[in-house]
């Protein structure tokens, strides 16, 4: 049996974690859900659903992935026992990532194309009017989706058939200081803009009459999407710490750091929009029709353009190489696979799975034929089963088994190791046993309209 990989220091954990945690979930979903929610109350609720929920469940994940050293469904294995119905938690995360990195690639391929039109200049080749036609014939075209949806996988695969020191460590700290460089520049960009003022009170200005109960639930929902929870990716992280590093003040830096992206990439966002008079509430072309628009329109735009496009292809990245790191780790330590086995699989398999996902704009069987059966594609269908149902069911078994299920020796051991925030253990255990799974209930009974 090989022995457990490790990370070569902790600050390589954080900035891993951190790439998990920040994806495509912060820089294109955040902003346009936020748009759509009218802003202000939406934020705050976020904010709330991050402490009290996504917090104490992230702490949960790493606790269990440090204590067993192992992937999700090992993990459980070691912890409740094989035959045990815990087991199938592990499975179901390592489902979701199937599920999640199909179609999140083929998001990660737009921004891919993206990069490339804006580094041949189509921002200054093009009228405003030109942007949406042009997103249309991108996102139903098979060859472009497929091949960028294949140059994606193939990156992604290559970072993790590295290992996790040499590969998902090491690409880690290059892209992520990259990332928070690109986003810099952006930022001070936004803040110089006529309508950086409108955008700090549309994220800030809390507006009690746009508070909704659905708007609540999209809220806890992307909580978990945003710091990758409840399918074991955190875990899977977690599984490659040492005993004496500390999980709590960890936690606690990955969800800021989450969180604090998210509110810059508004901050980015927002301010290029209102200065060109545009609405908020754009969907999810937000990034790929307006942003190039407001790109088009502003001085300096042809420069700003690949920089914006190339930070969505960072974020994407070192989230999906989290992704496929839950997949491929299970496999070797449920198959005793090699690592070139288990990685290659995974991402063929979650390759083949993405195509109707790459094919979903077109007017095909995969698109709009299931649309009108379904009334959704498989893209649509794909991202609502994932962050609606498997990831905050995910995180509802890994509260109640942490909270409730296990050793307490195990769990207060590995809280207290390491760690000088001794004193949120009561709080964390508090928060694990009562609301965070009433939260996660009460987000299912509305979904399936009880409530
Ligand atoms: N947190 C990522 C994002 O916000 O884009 C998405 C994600 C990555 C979800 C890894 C789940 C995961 F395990």
Avoid at 159 to 170: D, F, H, I, P, T
Avoid at 173 to 188: A, E, F, K, T, Y
Wanted: glycine residues 12%; contains cysteine.
């Amino acid at each position: 049996m090989e022995q457990r990989a490790h990370w070569g220091s902790r600050l390589g954990f954080i900035l891993a974690a951190a790439g998990s945690a920040v994806g495509l979930g912060n820089i294109w979903k955040f902003p346009y859900i936020t748009g759509e929610n009218g802003g202000g109350a939406f934020v705050a609720i976020y904010l709330l659903c991050v402490a009290l929920v996504g917090l104490p469940v992230m702490v949960a994940e790493v606790l269990i992935g440090r204590s067993t050293q192992s992937s999700p469904v090992r993990a459980f294995h070691k912890l409740a026992g094989a035959g045990s119905g815990w087991v199938g938690m592990g499975w179901l995360g390592v489902a979701a990532s199937f599920v999640i990195l199909s179609f999140y690639s083929v998001v990660a391929g737009w921004s891919l194309h993206y990069t490339y039109l804006s580094l041949t200049g189509f921002t200054v080749n093009l009228e405003p009017s030109q942007f949406e036609p042009l997103f249309q014939s991108a996102f139903s075209s098979p060859t472009l989706n497929i091949g960028w949806h294949t140059v994606f996988m193939g990156l992604t695969m290559a970072v993790v058939l590295g290992g996790v020191a040499k590969g998902v460590e090491r690409w880690s700290r290059i892209l992520m200081p990259g990332l928070l460089l690109m986003m810099l520049i952006l930022l001070i960009n936004g803040f110089t803009l006529d309508g950086f003022g409108k955008a700090v009170d549309f994220m800030f200005g809390f507006r009690t009459d746009k508070l909704t109960a659905a708007g609540a639930l999209e809220a806890l929902g992307h909580a978990f999407f945003s710091l990758s929870l409840g399918m074991g990716a955190m875990l899977t992280y977690g599984s490659y710490l040492r005993k004496d590093d500390d999980i709590m003040g960890a936690s606690i830096t990955i969800t800021v750091l989450d969180t604090a992206i998210a509110i810059a990439a508004s901050m980015i966002l927002f301010p290029l929009l209102f200065t060109q008079n545009m609405e908020a509430a754009q969907g999810p072309g937000l990034v790929f029709i307006s942003i190039p628009i407001a790109f088009a329109q502003m001085p300096g735009g042809a420069f700003l353009a690949p920089i914006f496009f190339g930070l969505l292809v960072f974020a994407a990245l070192t989230s999906a190489i989290a992704m496929l790191e839950v997949t491929t780790s299970s496999f070797i330590d449920v198959q005793n696979w090699t690592r070139k086995k288990a990685t290659l699989f995974a991402g063929g398999l979650i390759f083949v799975i993405g195509i109707p996902s790459a094919l979903s704009g077109g007017t095909d069987l995969f698109g709009a034929d299931l649309e009108a059966v379904i009334g959704k594609n498989w893209f649509d269908a794909f991202d609502y089963l994932a962050s609606n149902w498997m990831l905050p069911l995910g995180g509802l078994g890994i509260a109640i088994y942490t909270a409730w299920r296990m050793n307490e020796a195990i769990r207060h051991d590995h809280f207290l190791a390491g760690s000088k925030l001794q004193v949120f253990y009561k709080a964390w255990l508090f928060l694990l046993k009562f609301l965070v799974p009433v939260g996660i209930i009460l987000v299912f009974l509305q979904a399936v309209g009880l409530i």
